[in-house]
Each structure stands twice: as C-alpha cells, then as structure tokens.
C-alpha cells in the first residue's frame, strides 16, 4: 500500500478535472485573443471557468478574479504592485505581515524592504495564529497593506481574517489574503468577509499545477505585473492556459460543492489518525483541532528529527513532509514551531500530515501501523531520546 499525505504541498488531479480539460488541448485549441473561430470556440468554457471560481467565492459581480500562473505570482502581484501604487509616489511605506507567511509572502517583502519599504512581521500566538489587535496596534497612517495567510500551510490554522478585514476596513488599509490553504478546504465567502485580494491556487484542491488566481473586490486598480497584451481586461498578460482555467474551475466547484459534509468526512479520518499518534508518549499537534484545516496535522514527536522520520515513512510509502516543500531542501528547524515557542531541538521534530477527500480509511490505518513502528524504531536509536528518556506518564497533547 501506498499512501500520499502532503495534501498541503500538492493534490491529485480529479479525475474529473482531467475528462474536463481534454477538449482543450488538441480539439478546441485556438488562442482565446484570436478573432476567428477557432479562437472564440473556447471562450464559452472561460465563462464558465469564471462563473466556477466566482460562485465558489460568493465573489460580487462588482469583483475581478484574475487567473494566474499560481498563488506565488498572485502574491508577487499584490505586494510589489502595492508598492509600485502607493509607496513609490511616498503616500505609504509601511507593510504589515506575519513572520509565518508562504516564502512566497515573505521573499517578496524581503525584496521590497531592499527597495527601503518598512515591513513588520507579526508574531503568532502559541496555537500559530495572529490576533487582530496585534496588528491593530502597528498600522500606522504610512501602512500600505497588511497580508496575512487564510490558513498555514504548515499547522492549517486559521487566522482571524473576519477579525482583521474589519479592522483594516475601518483603518482604510489594504488587507491581501493568501487564500491556497483555505480556498477548497473551508468555506471562503468574500461577500461575508472585508480582504481586497486574495490568492489561490488550483493545485491545492485537485486541479493541476501551474494555474491559480488572484481576487481583487470591487475591480480596485491594482498595477501589472506582467506586461504586454491586452489579455484578462489588460491585469495581466499572456495568452490564457485555457486548459487549465476550465480544470481550475471544475476542480473549485468540485472542492466547494457540499464543503461542508466533505470537511466532515476528511475531519472525521484526520481526528482519527491525530487521536492514534497522540498516543504516543511525549508527542503534541499544533493548534486546537477546531479551528485548523480539516485535513491538517503538524505533530511533534519528542526524541525524533522530522528527516529522520520523513524517510522512514517514505521506505512505508506513506508520504508526508516537515512543513513546505517551498522550504523542504534544508533541515532548518520547522519555523511555524519556533514562532510559536517551541525550542530548537523540538522544533526539528515536526512532521506534517495533510489529507484529502481520496485519503480512505484503510490508510489511515495503515498510516497508524507504520508511523508508530517508526517511532519507535527511531526512538530506540534516538540518543537525545534516550539520554531524556520519555516524560513519565508520556505526556502528549493537542496545545
Ligand atoms: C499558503 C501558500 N501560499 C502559496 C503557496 C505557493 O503556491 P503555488 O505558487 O501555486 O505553488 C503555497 C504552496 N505551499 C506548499 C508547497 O509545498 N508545500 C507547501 O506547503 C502555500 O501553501
């Protein structure tokens, strides 16, 4: 048996998003900017792409949603564009995020405070979620945007973005959203929720690799990041991957259609497997299950470092990670754990898990088998392990 569990990283196509694309690449192929037929023959599966995404959002018709290459040029957009906006002319210069944003988020803020933008990066609180007055307290009048992540991407938490859009709202601040770790997996109602852009991406909730979005309320001016054509009402240029933008759209109505009885189900399989890790002595989740991402779980397993056990479950088949694969190349410490406390050597020991709705039952059992057989395999050669010895009475926890 094998068993894919770093959902978070990326998913399977649907099947059904695949049979959807078909059409698009050697039947219906003309470029969608060409005037003749063979152009124009696509864009009736475009506007009802569009009419997908805006429905899965309860986007207003008043609202633009831009599809892009994927979520990391989405959020490339939205910070340098408001730089280009509204810091270059000296009207602002001042940007607030969170110190664990998508490296996505956080190299293109590093890029800007090169260009001498001021950028406060926010702590997070021990469950690894921001809180509202804390970023009340540093918008200032020269604050351009606050960007704060939907749902980690590490932990799955979920940030207060309800909480933090109304206080942007009435501070008169841009408040940008990166939407991929919720976007498919909870509820995401733009028209119950005040965030001027946020980003998504379709290979997160079983669409391809490759395509994503941008969300920008009430059609606001937004410079380019990309230039030249007249493509998407001249947002941004490039020859639309049509293909792509119909599975982006099947794959999001697919993901949102009875959310709430899917989030159940994958809820119901993920409690299971945390409840079984937990029972591990000396091992603690991330975050209150109750307000994480159905299918999430970033555990702790005192006395074995993440490599070590990454590896042992990919000799099981089961594949998991340590956190983003973005990141995943060096054996840093997990830094989700840091910000939220923990100490160095535990926080080398983070492992994440991230289901979906094709995860069944019998991996989960599986899953169960093999990652207590590699705990305590690891453990018993463990020296840190070892030289502590387990916490009597093996404390373990959700925190
Ligand atoms: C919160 C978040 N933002 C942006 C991105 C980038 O999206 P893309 O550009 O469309 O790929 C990711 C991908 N996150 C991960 C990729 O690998 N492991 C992850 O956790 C993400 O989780």
Redesign the pocket.
Known sequence: MQVYL?N???TMVDPLVVEAMQPFFSEIYGNPNSLHKFGTASHPALRKAMDQVYKALNASDNDDIVFT???????NWVLKSVFTDHIVNGEKNHIITTEV?????LAACRALENEGVKVTYLPVNNQGVVEPQVVKSFITDKTALVSV??????TGMINPIKEIGEICKEKGVLFHS????AVGKIPVDLQEVHVDFV?M????FHGP??V?ALYIKNSQPLSPLLHGGEHMGGRRSGTLNVPYIVAMGKAIELATTNIEEKMASIRAKRDRLEDALLELSDTFVVGDRDNRTPNTILISIKGVEGEGMLWDLNNSLIGA?T??????EDLEANTVMLAIGADNELAHTGI?L?LSRFTTDEEIDYTIDQFKKAVFRLRSISSSFAKVGPTPGGESKAC
Not at 178 to 181: A, I, L, N, P, T
Not at 323 to 328: E, I, Q, R
């Open positions: 770093d978070n990283a990326t290459s994927c979520a990391t040029e989405s959020n944003e998508h490296p996505s988020v992540m939907w749902a980690s991407n590490e990166d939407g991929v770790q980003s991406s379709a290979h997160k690799k490759g994503g990670s956190g983003s694969a973005c990141a995943s994440r991230s």
